[in-house]
């Protein structure tokens, strides 16, 4: 038995942390030890304390008091001192946006680090400072990224070695996926969306942000309404809190353009899965996204999938045979091809089942967490 450290930037339902929660649960099943180190909370945190011992990193800077009388300790070398006490084996770090611990954490513990970065060169930027993501890709003895895409940025815009690099596409637990489309009832799930069985449903899933593409999402509805008004074409996101700014800007621009009725917007939910096994068609209309996960979700439903260009993971998953790959922000091509597999289901079925076969036979948990745990045990030897 094995004591492997993780470190989260957060425990969000996203994603990565998604993702990280799956592989703390298959090594744990193999008898392994675990410990997570969060940088921040978040709704997952209770999931993770199942299966791994929950620490927190304080964000706290000691203050001049503490120092005046005497505690030579802040929470954070308390924290690494107990760690330093748990035999450690390895500490397994994951995104970019936990590199701002990088050089503590090596400090501190002084043993292998193996660095897991979910992200492209936008988010990259955005989620990590220069000297901080320098750091972590000095100090990483392994780092994997989650897709090709990923990998070949990270040689190539950040002088990272091409031997310091494996790629591990990212994966789901595909059995707890395909338990719930088992269970489905998809007249009771449309019915809920105010949707009905004769609607072709196209569903877009992810927090809503500008990587994300949700404006992209109402523009390719908009093309749909337009060139094809009659049809009954029904749109649906999944992952936008009912408050706030964008919300309030999205329900003006369907308001304006007409399309309030025709495009659903859902708060994030745990029922993603279900509402997207309810659908026909699974729109990725992503700027930026290495390797989605609700891609994966939405393919093991046998939907087929839309997305982009020169994106990241979805020209990598989706190729020529598991959907269609349209040029960067081409809204017009991408309403075209919706409307094509409205009047030809079975050429988008084809697809979808393409799509279900690519999950279970290649991009699946099997696979890649066998070969994360060959990574970490060769590590520690």
């Known amino acids: 038995m094995k004591h492997f450290l993780f470190v989260s930037h957060d425990a969000n339902r996203a994603g990565a942390q998604l993702f990280l929660l799956n592989l703390m649960v298959y090594l744990k099943q193999q008898g392994h030890k675990l410990s997570l180190l969060l940088l921040g909370d978040g709704v997952l945190e209770k999931n993770f304390a199942e299966v791994a ?9 000691p203050s001049k008091y503490t120092r005046i009388f005497g505690a030579n300790q802040n929470k954070n070398e308390q924290l690494f001192s107990e ?36 992200e492209l060169e936008f988010s990259i930027q955005l989620y990590s400072k220069f000297e901080e993501r320098k750091q972590l890709f000095k100090l990483s003895d392994k780092i994997i990224a989650c897709s ?98 964008l919300y309030d800007k999205t329900v003006y621009d369907l308001k304006k353009t007409g399309l309030y009725e025709d495009v659903t917007l859902l708060e994030p939910t745990s029922q993603a899965v279900e509402i997207i096994g309810s659908s026909d068609v699974f729109l990725l209309p992503s700027r930026e996204d290495p390797f989605p996960l609700v891609m994966l979700e939405a393919a093991l439903a046998a939907k087929p999938i839309l997305g982009f260009d020169k994106t990241g993971g979805c020209g990598e998953f989706v190729e020529d045979d598991a959907g269609a790959v349209i040029p960067y922000l081409d809204v017009n091509q991408m309403a075209e091809k919706l409307i094509r597999w409205q009047q030809n289901p079975d050429e988008a079925k084809a697809l979808g089942q393409t799509a279900k076969q690519k999950v279970l036979g290649i991009y699946n948990f099997d696979n890649s967490v066998k070969k994360i745990e060959v990574l970490l045990n060769e590590m520690t030897v």
Do not use: M
Not at 53 to 61: I, M, N, R
Not at 85 to 111: D, F
């Open 53 to 61: 011992t929950v620490h927190h990193y304080s964000h706290e800077k």
């Open 148 to 245: 090709n895409a990923v990998g070949e940025n990270l040689i190539e815009k950040h002088s990272v070695s091409f031997n310091q690099v494996t790629t591990v596409h990212s994966f789901i637990d595909n059995q707890s996926v395909t338990e719930k489309l088992n269970k489905l009832n998809i007249t009771e799930t449309r019915t809920k969306l105010n949707l009905s069985s004769a609607d072709f449903v196209v569903t877009g899933c992810g927090n809503a942000e500008w990587r994300k593409g949700l404006d992209i999402f109402i523009q390719v509805a908009n093309a749909v309404n337009q060139h094809n008004s009659d049809s009954k074409v029904r749109f649906v996101w999944i992952g936008i809190k009912h408050a706030g700014d």
């Open 83 to 118: 760690l330093r006490k748990a035999n450690i084996s390895l500490a397994y770090v994951n995104t970019i946006a936990s590199a701002k611990i990088i050089v503590e954490l090596k400090n501190a513990l002084q043993i292998p680090v193996v660095s897991h970065i979910h």
